[in-house]
């Protein structure tokens, strides 16, 4: 006999459907498996009979073939077990197979039959809703997590017995309620505040400004002076995650396992703090099987690249198409992947390798140390900077001064102005496709940016003084729209211009001027 059953691939980010086919006949018993199969998918030869054995069924033997369709797609992971061993029992006529055309299903087997949790259980049932499957069954470990993708009925099943038991009782006894109202709670966030960084309003007004307009940020100071303590509170400034944007970033992490069983959509934005030994992989993403790197981790959230000119030069300078582009793309012999890199970039840097440049008076570096040190992070690097802020040593009367202490502006402050500048931006955008001004192009920046003649003339001065680039100057007009924006969304002003031109007078002190 002759039994299909529907199964979902993934990918990249996106799932396809794979046919999984089986046929029982006469002939020298014998279990073979086609289909341009990996190594974890031939596996599933010996999980599946195994695991039919041990969960009762009476499969004489016979000659079984099973076809992984499309034969010209690699198929990897484990979710197809499930399928195999489903329509295997269809082949022998030990289970009905009327409603298998119309349903997905995905899970890995144990040798005792009991069915595993999989990576991108989002993706494979937002896919069959897309397909217009009629339900999709998944691992009970799953199962939430299916049901957020909330385009398709989704039911768990924890042993192969169940799963069968289910196509024997027919679809009423497939519903399963669904827990939305976890989903739509925000997560608290671990108890940081910018209440605890004191001594350092110009570095908490940077992060105001970066986090308003989602602008890639640079820190620079000395060690100890609160540079790694703001970046890791810039997330408790940034308003909640949208539905759509839960959705989409939990998919990242479903591909990567990287998602609770309890928690079946992420709920709050990423803060993805690689350490400097990464490799390129790691960052862009990668592998035999193309997964999200930490570049696609971080979408909708902060990427925080501590110490980086410690990192190797090959990463560093592998951001600059994805701080572009909001998207990176993996090639392999088989295909290319395209990855989301919608994230905000924060940086810290020592200026030297003893820290203490450009204060001589502490500072042991030779100049030759100091420029090769700085010189780890190139140019094109720098012009994807929108801020640059400098920590200063804080003074001794800020740490040990409760009333200093206690007059520290908290998160939630913060956080009410930044959401107000976000929402000025979505009024502003809203027939654009533009979300942020830092993602504004050249039209929108003629559009949205426009100069009096009293701000055109400080603009060239400031171009001119600061030797910028064409670059350097769009995103100094684009810092400039979003502290207009926080002072309440007018015209942009001279002085916005001025403080935007301080956030990159760190260039010119540092590395000697924008160039061209």
């Known amino acids: 006999m002759f039994c299909r059953v529907n199964g979902i691939g993934i990918a990249g980010m996106e799932g396809y459907l794979v046919r999984v086919e089986a046929d029982v006949s006469s002939g020298l018993p014998g279990f073979s498996m086609v289909g341009y199969l990996g190594s974890e998918v031939k596996e599933a030869r010996d999980r599946v009979l195994t695991a039919l054995k041990n969960s009762g069924f009476q499969c004489p033997p016979r000659k079984i073939t099973v076809n992984l369709s499309p034969a010209d797609i690699r198929k990897d992971g484990t ?302 690097i720098l012009d994807r900077m929108d801020l640059i802020a400098e920590a200063g040593q804080i003074p001794y009367e800020a740490l040990v001064s409760k009333r200093d202490a206690a007059q520290e502006e908290s998160s939630q402050k913060m956080r009410n102005r930044v959401e107000a500048a976000w929402n000025l931006q979505r009024e502003r955008f809203r027939e654009t496709g533009i979300r942020f001004n830092s993602r504004m192009g050249r039209q929108e920046l003629e559009t949205f940016c426009a100069l009096g003649e009293a701000e055109e003339r400080l603009m060239r001065q400031l171009y001119e003084r600061e030797e910028m680039s064409g670059r350097g100057r769009d995103r100094l007009l684009k810092v400039a729209r979003t502290i207009a924006d926080l002072d309440g969304g007018g015209r942009i002003r001279r002085e916005h211009l001025m403080e935007a031109a301080g956030y990159r007078s760190g260039i010119r002190a540092y590395w000697g001027g924008e160039g061209s």
Not at 142 to 153: D, I, K, L, T
Not at 274 to 302: C, D, F, K, W
């Open 79 to 380: 979710a197809f077990d499930l399928p195999i061993a489903v329509a295997v029992l269809g082949a022998y006529g030990l289970i009905p197979t009327d409603h298998l055309e119309r349903i997905a299903i995905a899970g890995e087997l144990g040798l005792s039959g009991d069915v595993r949790g999989i990576r991108g259980a989002l993706s494979i049932a937002g896919t069959a809703g897309e397909l217009g499957m009629d339900w999709c069954f998944l691992p009970e470990r799953n199962r939430r997590e299916g049901q957020a993708a909330g385009n398709v009925p989704v039911s768990g099943v924890c042993t192969l017995r169940e799963m069968a038991e289910c196509l024997e009782k027919g679809p009423e006894a497939w519903v399963q309620e669904e827990s939305k109202a976890e989903w739509e709670e925000e997560k608290e966030e671990d108890g940081l505040d910018f209440r605890d960084v004191v001594g350092q309003p110009l570095l908490k007004r940077a992060a105001e400004i970066a986090a308003a307009g989602m602008h890639n940020l640079l820190l620079m100071g000395p060690a100890g002076t609160g540079k790694s303590m703001t970046a890791r509170r810039i997330p408790t400034i940034m308003p909640p995650l949208t539905v759509d944007e839960r959705r989409e970033i939990s998919r990242i992490y479903s591909i990567c396992g990287l998602l609770p069983e309890h928690q079946p959509l992420i709920q709050s934005r990423p803060f993805r703090t690689p350490h400097h030994t990464a490799t390129v992989q790691a960052i862009a993403g990668g592998g035999r099987g193309p997964r999200p790197g930490e570049v696609s981790l971080a979408t909708g959230g902060v990427l925080f690249l501590d110490e980086l000119p410690e990192f190797p030069r090959g990463v560093i300078e592998l951001l600059r198409q994805p701080l572009e582009d909001r998207s990176i793309v993996v090639a392999r012999v088989n295909g290319a992947y395209r990855f989301p890199a919608d994230f905000m970039l924060v940086a810290a840097s020592n200026p030297c390798p003893c820290g203490f440049y450009p204060d001589r008076s502490r500072c042991r570096c030779s100049e030759k140390q100091v420029r090769t040190y700085l010189s780890r992070i190139s140019r094109p």
